[in-house]
């Protein structure tokens, strides 16, 4: 799609309600639902995939549990004028998505003027190919668009900080670093950050919405 083309399938996606797309609550409901079912988000069903699903659930009711906007950032977000929309896409079995989820919409709900609309990575494959990361649907991918579907920013898949954690992982010879290894470290990583790293981030990209 070229840019008008995805301007209009944006406006398409506001005028009809985002075409399907998920509340943070709903989309947790949905994704435990399917877990319940033995089942997950998207077209691939394997036990791998069940157990990521598995550890996300308790994940993202963690962060519900624990997490708290900074005090500065809240005023921030808090601040800022209607008529944005944070659309997210994503799916269940993602690991980063159930550590960043729960703190976009803790981020996104001290500001009734800025829904988050999540939206499933396989249902959705021409946006996603929109906002690949270095050639990959890589998730979550959070899009700011404003009252006119204008693309504002987009954010993801993970923090700078995780990325080159990521990164620094993969080139390194060490044999321990298998792909378990590397996620178990990632989320190690998510853990201890406790979403300091998103918060920096985000207080950068809020003043592109005033």
């Not at 995939?49 to 900074?70: C, G, Q, S």
């Not at 668009?145 to 080159?164: C, H, M, Q, T, Y």
């Not at 990521?166 to 990632?186: C, F, G, Q, W, Y």
């Amino acid at each position: 799609m070229n840019t008008s083309e995805i301007k209009s399938a944006l406006n398409e996606m506001i005028a009809s309600d985002y075409n399907g797309g998920y509340s943070y609550i709903d989309f947790c409901s949905e994704v435990e639902r399917l877990f319940n079912n033995s089942l997950v988000t998207g077209p691939v069903q394997n036990p791998e995939l069940l157990d990521y699903t598995r550890m996300n659930i308790v994940r993202m009711k963690r962060w519900d549990k624990h997490f708290e906007v900074r005090n500065g950032l809240k005023e921030k977000i808090s601040s800022i004028s209607g008529g944005y929309t944070w659309m997210v896409l994503t799916e269940g079995w993602c690991g980063d998505s159930a550590q960043i989820l729960p703190q976009l919409n803790k981020m996104a709900m001290l500001n009734k003027g800025i829904p988050l609309v999540i939206l499933l990575r396989d249902e959705n494959p021409e946006l996603m190919d929109e906002f690949l990361t270095n050639g990959t649907r890589s998730i979550p991918r959070l899009i700011c668009l404003d009252a006119n579907g204008k693309e504002v920013f987009s954010w993801g898949p993970r923090p700078a900080r995780a990325i080159e954690l990521m990164e620094e992982l993969k080139k390194s010879a060490d044999p321990v670093n298998t792909k378990e290894h590397i996620h178990e470290k990632l989320h190690l990583w998510y853990s201890k950050d406790k979403g300091e790293s998103i918060q920096d981030e985000f207080e950068k990209l809020i003043s592109l919405m005033n």
